[in-house]
């Protein structure tokens, strides 16, 4: 006999453990479902920290932005926890950058969003310790903050369990049979699942999902490594001293202030080598990827210090960087959740719109650019860019 339950979660990061929350706060029955141990370091939701910022390349993300910090502002007031930390931000345009500020700049203008453009003696004038080449654009946003991972997921799963919500780690999807109006059964080693509809948020194991109804979506997953550095003097890298910051370039690299320890943690974006999440080997440290990382801290925050230790972390990009938040085509009882690796500050806002879109087919959102449909997902010709 299968299971019955309303709805099932499959992916437990970030994005499904939203949904999960948001499900089970409406009163619908859940199980949520992840391939490893809860609160695992195997996919793209542990570690300390990410970004939660307005500023985006397209009016749509910006206004998505202004949801994003609703959000989390909820989970804040649901959980009594305390989970945004405004620091400020700046995006780093060097001159002749590979990814243009005139997006950026018009996509806020459009929506509204307030923020100073600044050149390279402003910005070390007000966070001495920046040291940036002469022609360097930068764009300050006074609300840009730091949103926890690995706490922030624990959060909303709490949420989650709080209103009913049935979590189960080490569960890998077996089987995936969708009955159209009599609903969708989802098979386990522990058994079968029969629901109203499932909600996909696996990240790089996706695939290994929706092959059980045939789909296939187009998708690169790297082995990126964060690193943190130990400042001399820490309290010049202190939020409220030194914002986070992003270098809007090819290498694009990224970066925080001191955050829960006397450290800076800085990356790259999108530079480590393609894998397969099943066959990655040890977490170990990428020499090259920490040397170039390293030059560049060097050259732009001398004072960041020498690096202490690095991490490892999937990325799961779509080939134009863009989002999945829709129902599979030909199966309405099947919700997708993509982050791209960039949907962490969207986390709680994602798992509203999976639930809206699992429970009534539709948003209030426009989540027209998210389709599965759309060129970038459907064209084997499509030209992957991921420098947004």
Not at 13 to 32: D, P
Request: glycine share 10%; with cysteine.
């Amino acid at each position: 006999m299968a299971e019955p339950v309303d709805y099932v979660v499959v992916g437990l990061g970030a994005l499904g453990s939203a949904a999960a929350w948001q499900l089970a706060r409406r009163g619908h029955s859940v199980v949520g479902l992840d391939r490893f141990a809860l609160g695992h370091d195997r996919g793209a939701s542990h570690e300390t920290s990410r970004i939660l910022r307005h500023s985006y390349h397209t009016p749509g993300y910006v206004e998505l932005t202004l949801e994003a910090y609703a959000d989390w502002a909820d989970l804040e007031e649901s959980s009594g926890e305390s989970l945004v930390t405004t620091t400020g931000g700046l995006d780093l345009f060097p001159p002749d950058p590979a990814i243009s500020p005139s997006d950026y700049l018009a996509s806020m203008d459009e929506v509204g969003i307030a923020y100073d453009v600044l050149d390279a003696d402003e910005v070390t004038r007000r966070w001495p310790a920046f040291r940036l080449p002469e022609g360097t654009l930068a764009l300050h946003q006074a609300d840009a903050a730091i949103v926890p991972a690995a706490r922030g997921t624990a959060a909303m799963q709490a949420q989650a369990r709080r209103h009913g919500a049935d979590l189960r780690g080490e569960q890998p999807v077996l089987g995936l049979v969708d009955h159209g109006g009599a609903g969708v059964e989802v098979g386990t080693a522990s058994g079968t699942v029969r629901c109203r509809g499932v909600v996909v948020t696996a990240d790089a194991w996706t695939n290994d999902v929706l092959r059980h109804l045939d789909v296939d979506v187009p998708l690169e997953v790297t082995w990126e490594q964060v690193t943190y550095f130990s400042p001399a003097e820490a309290a010049r890298f202190a939020p409220g001293t030194m914002p986070l910051w992003i270098w809007m370039d090819d290498p694009s690299f990224y970066g925080f202030p001191t955050y829960g320890e006397q450290t800076v943690k800085a990356a790259q974006d999108c530079g480590g080598p393609s894998i397969d999440p099943d066959d990655r080997g040890a977490d170990v440290v990428d020499a090259a990827m920490l040397e170039r990382l390293s030059t560049f801290m060097g050259e732009v925050l001398p004072g960041s210090g020498a690096p202490v230790r690095s991490k490892r972390c999937l990325y799961t990009l779509t080939p134009d960087r863009d989002f999945v938040l829709a129902p599979v085509p030909g199966h309405d009882g099947v919700v997708v959740g993509l982050g791209a690796a960039h949907g962490f500050k969207f986390a709680p806002t994602f798992g509203r719109l999976l639930a809206d879109l699992v429970t009534t087919g539709s948003s209030a959102t426009d989540l027209t650019a998210f389709r599965m449909d759309r060129p970038a997902l459907t064209d084997p010709d499509y030209a992957a860019n991921w420098l947004v």
